[in-house]
Each structure stands twice: as C-alpha cells, then as structure tokens.
C-alpha cells in the first residue's frame, strides 16, 4: 500500500516541479510560490489528519501525495504556452534537464529514507506517528528554501549568462546571508522547545518525538540549504555536480539509517539525516566556492549565531508549555532581531529588500 502512495507522489510531484519551474523561468514569482504554499498546506493538514486518524506512514504517504497532486492541479489551471521563442535543441535540454531531474529524485529519497526505515524496523508502529509528526514540524523549513531556490535560479543564471561576477558573487553572499538569519534561529527554536512542541500540536504522547525533532530541525537546515546550493550550481550550468553530491548523500544516508535505526530508533533516524544533510550543505558550499568564488559572509554568520545562541539560552530557562509556546516563540523572535539590530547585522538596506520583495510577490501574483 505505502508503495501506490508513492507512485503517486512521484508522479505528481516531477509535474508539479516541471510547472513550478516554468513559472519561475518567466519570472512569475507568485504563482510560484503559490504552488509551494498549496502543497504545504494541504501536505501539513493531510498528513496531521492521516497520523492522528491512526492510519501511520500510509495516513502520512497520502498527505505528501494530496499536497503534491493539489499543488499540481492549481499549476495546471494556470499554465499559458508562451510563444514567440526559439526552442532549445533536444540533447541540450536533456543534457542540462535530466540531471537536475535526478537530483530533485535523489533529494527526494534523501528525505523520505529515515521515515522508510524506521516503518521497517519499528517495533511499535506507534513510533511510525510520532516520528512521523516530528518530520511534519520540521518540514516548514521546505517552505523558505523551495522559494529562496525558486528566485535564486533565474537571477544567479541572468548575471552567471552576462559573465557579471561580482553581481553573480553579490546575490549568492546575500541569498546565503538570508537563509542562515532566517533557518538557525527557527531551528534553534523548534530544538529548543521540541517537547512541548509536539505536545502541543498533537497530543502529550507524540513528546516521546521530542529528541528526534530537536535533530531534525538541524538536518532539515542543513538539507534546505543544500537544496538552496543545489540550484546556486544549476544555474551555472553545473548541473551534474549537485546529482552526485546528492547521490553520495543518499548512500550516506542510506548506510546510516540502516546502522542507526535498529540501534537507536527514531533518534538513530533523525541522527543519520543530520549527518547526511551536514555532509551534502559542506560539500555544496565547497562546491559553490569552486565554482563563482563565493561563501558565506564570516562575520555575519557569527552575529547571527550569537543572537541565536542568546534565545537558545532563554528557551532553555524558561519552562512553557501548551499555548504559552506562542506568545514565547513572538519573545524569542523579536529579542532576536533585537540583538541582531544592536550588533549592526539588520541594516536600512534589508528593510528595504523586504519590501521590494512584497511588492513583487504581489504583484507577480496577479499575472
């Protein structure tokens, strides 16, 4: 049974990935992200739906496949063919398509692995749910790095095209930038809180999920960061590089979770995807390097860890539970930028691109 589901979910989710990406090339930033907001919406509540109905890894097969397949249906009913332009040659397009089809399928694999195996090895197929609502917290961090690579694609590939280097180097640095500030603070949160957390969405025996989340939270920043790199190297036409790092990572994690799983259970799992995600992000970053000459900015990458590190701290000495998670998340957050305005990190300029960026998902939504 689990493997219709996943038939499906392939199916729908390489069409949905093709239509998703046309948008995107004709700069339709909207519809786009739209398409990323359906799937996670529909994924969240079908697959909260699935495991609290006690239906285990086919309730949460089924609610990937409806997001995907509801994401698919809306990309669809907007597609225009657009003409007026000269078709790229077949073997070109299959040169560069086809290994970025199989590193989206590679990366896929790489995601579903641990809840695989633990299915397999589980004893209690209660565990199946509640690793399964720790995937389904830390999976919010899919939203952010599917519509950062969505707009990173077509403006690295433009300066990448007019040989711009330093615009090339300035959007990666930048995009890099935007991607911590807004991933390590998230997962510092959800790690820290990861008990009450789950207590809180599902019921109080779904916290026995609590130390798997809190390494979930950092292999899912780590896997969305490569994901983010991923597309950084497509778009300079490297598009094989990124297939063999995440072939490397699905072995890697493929080893792991056969290893860990039977020895540690879920927190084997969640372990075995950090260590995977970290390997493929280091590998990806290296590999970005190489390739435009551009990294992660040092200096703000410390800020941004200090700030962070100070809400760790508070989180760990305050003790909420249930509703009071909310009004501390809004503490937490706000102290963060707080301190990351006192250290000089939050600039004028970052305002600014926050409302460009508004004002063009807007405005590209109505097209």
């Not at 657009?82 to 995601?111: D, E, H």
């Not at 799992?269 to 995600?277: Q, R």
Request: overall charge positive; proline content about 3%; some cysteine.
């Amino acid at each position: 049974m689990p493997l219709r589901f996943l038939g499906v979910l392939v199916f729908a989710r390489s069409y949905e990935v093709l239509y998703g990406h046309f948008f995107t090339g004709y700069r339709q930033f909207g519809r786009a992200a739209t398409m990323v907001l359906i799937n996670s919406a529909f994924r969240f509540v079908c697959v909260l739906a699935g495991v609290a109905l006690g239906f285990g890894v086919v309730g949460a097969l089924s609610g990937y496949a409806v997001g995907s397949v509801a994401s698919l249906v809306y990309g669809v009913a907007l597609f225009r063919p657009v003409g007026g332009r000269r078709a790229t040659p077949l073997p070109q397009l299959l040169r560069f398509g086809v290994p970025i089809i199989c590193f989206s399928l590679f990366f896929q694999l790489m995601l579903a692995l641990d809840i695989l195996f633990v299915k397999s090895f589980a004893s209690d197929q209660a565990v199946v749910g509640y690793y399964t609502s720790a995937r389904i917290i830390a999976t919010a961090f899919a939203v952010v790095a599917i519509a950062f690579s969505a707009t990173l694609l077509p403006s690295v590939s433009a300066s990448d095209a007019h040989r711009d280097e330093v615009q090339t180097r300035a959007y990666i640095t930048t995009s890099l930038r935007y991607v911590l500030m807004l991933f390590v603070p998230a997962a510092v949160v959800v790690a820290s809180t990861s008990h009450p957390l789950l207590s809180l969405l599902f019921r109080p025996e779904y916290a026995r999920a609590g130390n798997a989340l809190s390494l979930l939270a950092f292999a899912w920043l780590f896997l969305q960061g490569f994901y983010i790199l991923g597309a950084i190297i497509n778009a300079s036409g490297h598009s094989r590089t990124p297939l063999l790092i995440s072939g490397v990572g699905v072995l890697i994690a493929g080893v792991l979770d056969w290893f860990m799983v039977r020895r540690y259970g879920m927190e084997g799992a969640a372990l075995a995807t950090l260590i995977s995600g970290a390997t493929c992000f280091v590998v990806g970053l290296y590999s970005v390097h190489r390739i435009y000459g551009a990294s992660i900015d040092f200096m703000s990458t410390g800020r941004i860890i200090a700030a962070s590190g100070a809400i760790l701290l508070v989180s760990c000495l305050v003790s909420i539970s249930g509703v009071g998670l909310l009004p501390l998340y809004v503490v937490l957050f706000s102290g963060y930028l707080v301190i990351l305005l006192a250290l000089g990190e939050i600039t004028p300029k970052d305002w600014t691109l926050v409302r460009e960026l508004v004002a063009s998902f807007l405005g590209s939504g109505k097209m």
